[in-house]
């Protein structure tokens, strides 16, 4: 056996199960962390706060008498409430003697809405963090700020142009530039050249200069999972041919993927030298095979299309503003709200059979878009962090025992009722709640090992 060769991947597992645990870790602990400070909020005490399973590792008791520990299995986590026969919180312990005033500080001894309560801070904590991520990195990140004004130059093949760092865009070919959420149907109507008249304002006085055509076939983003990635495109590479073709806008290379009905491609790519501005690279052959992929839309539904897994950019960066902090909140419940309707239509679509159920990823598959998405920066696994606590928030307020949905149907059937569901009830919703969401876990893992 070759041990010497095994390294590299060794190394790359490592990566993978790191980013994997730290995402995990983190959602998780601000779940619990919802449940646990709800319930201190309405009077429930916390007996343990776990992140992990299994030995301890670390250990420390608070003033309050709460265990804060981490586990050996960092697969999850629990609080168990004072009174609880289990972490799960939905049996109580049997203790007697109990005055009312401890009762009270039970789960079981708490009223109905101080149960829900608690139970459905977890999901809701999940969601309050991916508003906030989506918020800092739009803060971090900045807005496009209007008028279209150049930053910085990104290089290109033969560095055409005379475009230059604070430039404010007044034209291009004789037409003026549209306010930015009008930019994309402006460059559209643009004709296709390898040089284009920019008119623009620069230190006060117009003047016309050439530069490239604003949309290159530009890597600027590269989606984790993904045939580019797996190539090893990266942002900054210009894609400069397909199967021969030259390609001078993103548009065509968009055009040239999706009529590719999955048949592999050789890319022309251009990759710039560190540190140049003058357009000097090197040029490779890079073949790659496009992937099927079901992409929600807007308005609702799906659409599919072959893709790379590549995001195209202009080829300068353009100024920025910081947006204020209510807009970038604004941006991060839009997020998540469309994660949240991208997700439910999914799971409908793929149970009615119109897309492949290969859009439900399982541990490994997660685990392999945490590693890419963290080996991209900082921002990029915060974004990723976002997105799957989304995920993780909805999934846990599904109806199924043994998920914080399926106890809030049980504490509605005591705001009912009257009274908890009897203990045989529980036992066989439990039983049945473990059962369904074991299914959906060896079926998810069944996608992570066949699905392409």
């Known amino acids: 056996m070759d ?22 870790s983190v959602i998780v602990a601000i779940h619990e962390y919802g449940h646990y400070i709800v319930g201190r909020w309405t009077g429930i005490r916390a007996d343990v706060f776990s992140i992990g399973f299994g030995p301890v590792l670390f250990s420390r008791r608070d ?7 981490v586990a050996a299995l960092p ?56 508003i906030l991520i989506f918020a800092a990195v739009l803060l971090i990140r900045g807005i496009a700020a209007d008028p279209l004004t150049v930053d910085t130059l990104r290089p290109l093949p033969g560095a055409v142009g005379t475009l230059a760092p604070g430039d404010e865009i007044l034209a291009i070919e004789g037409m003026p530039t549209p306010e930015l959420e009008r930019m994309d149907g402006f460059i559209a109507d643009l004709p296709v050249a390898p040089e284009l008249t920019y008119r623009v304002l620069r230190d006060g006085v117009e003047r016309s200069v050439t530069g490239p055509y604003p949309y290159p076939p530009l890597v600027g983003g590269v989606s984790p999972q993904s045939a580019a990635m797996a190539a090893g495109l990266r942002e900054g590479d210009v894609i400069v041919s397909i199967d021969g073709r030259p390609v001078a806008a993103f548009d065509e290379l968009r055009e040239i993927v999706g009529a590719s009905d999955g048949a592999p491609l050789e890319l022309g790519v251009w990759r710039p030298l560190p540190g140049d501005t003058e357009g000097r690279g090197t040029l490779r052959d890079v073949t790659l095979t496009p992937k099927r992929m079901d992409l ?39 997020q998540t709200v469309f994660i949240v309707q991208s997700s439910l239509s999914g799971l409908y679509h ?35 962090i976002a997105v799957l606590s989304a995920a993780v928030g909805l999934l846990n307020l599904f109806p199924i025992p043994v998920l914080d949905g399926g106890h809030l149907v049980f504490h509605a059937w005591e705001a009912v009722t009257g009274r908890p569901p009897g203990d045989r009830a529980l036992n066989v919703l439990m039983t049945v709640g473990l059962a369904l969401l074991g299914t959906l876990m060896v079926f998810a893992l069944t996608n992570d090992i066949f699905c392409p």
């Open 75 to 130: 697969l999850g986590g629990y609080v168990k409430f004072r009174g609880d026969a289990d972490a799960a919180s939905v049996r109580s312990a049997d203790t007697p003697g109990l005055d009312a005033g401890a009762r009270r500080e039970t789960m079981a001894g708490a009223p109905v809405w101080a149960r829900a309560l608690t139970v459905a801070a977890g999901p809701a904590f999940n969601f309050a963090l991916s």
């Open 63 to 69: 003033r309050r008498g709460t265990l804060w520990q």
């Open 296 to 334: 929600p839309l807007p308005e609702g539904g799906f659409e599919t299309r072959w893709l790379i897994g590549i995001t195209g950019g202009l080829w300068f960066t353009p100024r920025t503003q910081m947006p204020g902090v209510v807009e970038a909140l604004g941006y991060g419940v839009d």
């Open 3 to 24: 041990i010497i060769g095994l390294i590299p991947s060794f190394g790359g597992l490592l990566y993978t199960v790191a980013a994997f645990v730290v995402a995990l």
């Open 350 to 384: 793929m149970a009615a059979g119109a897309i492949s159920s290969c859009n439900l990823s399982g541990p490994i598959g997660i685990a392999q878009t945490s590693s890419a998405a963290a080996s991209q920066g900082l921002l990029s696994f915060a974004w990723f």
